[in-house]
């Protein structure tokens, strides 16, 4: 479902305009005045929809933000057919909150006020639609509806979920790769709390320490809070030891192994030890009880679920 999810959004990016209560409808000038909040609004719809039109776009769809995460969800089959809800509506009721580090393709991402009387509430949505973490939106009616990254403006988003319908689909639900503990975070901490049954956000906090710990009681094992590969595969995960290395890995490195350890650490893996890595590497150090160099040495290594020949 996933899949077909984000493809109906991804395909409406540079094409479909945004028009307030837009749910797919054909855009026509009648409709846009009739359903848009001011004349100077609907001037500006109506000046995207003559570019697109001149772009050789026809029909030219239209959508406000919840309309097309909507229409998506419809079309995919994830809700039945006349499904509407709000920006706010579809945190609130239709998803879980996860966080930002466990963000995929498929999950929700909001703008939420901050503060004031409506501190809380969300007010604008998109999609994550690959597994590069771009984003699918309506963004506004200068805009229409485009794909963007993540982090193409600073603080945008600040506010993360994960449509309730999808929370249990991944191809690697039960894989995990490294020892998990509490001040991490990732998918593969968000899988643990899923086979823990406790609410899954992602981050391995003092709730979820204390059910790894009841879990290991209760299977026999050492109750030291740490998911490691006995405790995860008592839980019904399964362990791979994919990440084998042989060196210790420091800033200013490049190489398959540098891949390797930017996987464990949950960060862009693109092969280059550069000063994001070092961070986490430290990061991970601190969760471990590990002195925090940013080299990531046998112990580090080892703490974190791979190899060291």
């Known amino acids: 479902m996933i899949a077909e999810f984000v ?33 100077k609004n609907a001037a500006t719809a109506l000046n995207l929809l003559n570019q697109r039109k001149r772009e050789g776009i026809s029909p030219v769809e239209m959508y406000d933000c919840s309309g097309l995460v909507c229409c998506a969800l419809v079309s995919s089959g ?3 057919a006349g499904f509407d809800a709000t920006a706010n509506g579809l945190l609130k009721n239709h998803c879980v909150k996860i966080d930002k580090s466990v963000l995929r393709k498929g999950d929700l991402v909001f703008r939420v006020y901050s503060f004031g009387k409506n501190k809380g509430t969300a007010y604008h949505v998109g999609i994550v639609t690959d597994d590069a973490l771009n984003v699918t939106e309506a963004k506004g009616r200068a805009y229409g ?38 001040g991490l975070k990732g998918q593969d901490v968000y899988n643990l709390q899923k086979l823990l049954n406790i609410s899954a956000d992602g981050v391995f906090g003092s709730k979820t320490r204390s059910a790894v710990i009841s879990a290991q009681k209760a299977h026999g094992l050492t109750p030291d809070g740490i998911a490691g590969k006995n405790t995860l595969t ?20 490049t190489g398959q192994d540098v891949k390797e ?49």
């Open 234 to 253: 008592a839980l019904g995960g399964i362990w791979k030891t994919e990440h084998v290395f042989n060196r210790n890995l420091k800033y200013g490195m």
């Open 7 to 39: 493809k109906y959004a991804r395909t409406r990016a540079n094409k479909a305009i945004y028009v307030w209560g837009g749910q797919g409808q054909n855009a026509t000038e009648e409709k846009i005045k009739r359903m848009e909040t001011s004349i």
């Open 78 to 80: 994830i809700k039945p």
């Open 145 to 182: 509806v485009i794909t963007r990254p993540l982090g193409a403006q600073a603080g945008y988003w600040n506010a993360y979920a994960r449509i309730k319908e999808l929370a249990d689909e991944s191809e690697e639900k039960y894989i995990f790769t490294r020892n998990l503990k509490k």
């Open 261 to 309: 350890l930017q996987k464990l650490l949950n960060v862009s893996a693109d092969g280059v030890f550069g000063s994001k890595t070092r961070s986490a590497v430290i990061s991970a150090q601190k969760a471990h009880g590990l002195t925090p160099d940013g080299i990531a040495g046998k112990k580090t290594i080892t703490a974190l679920g791979g190899k060291f020949n």
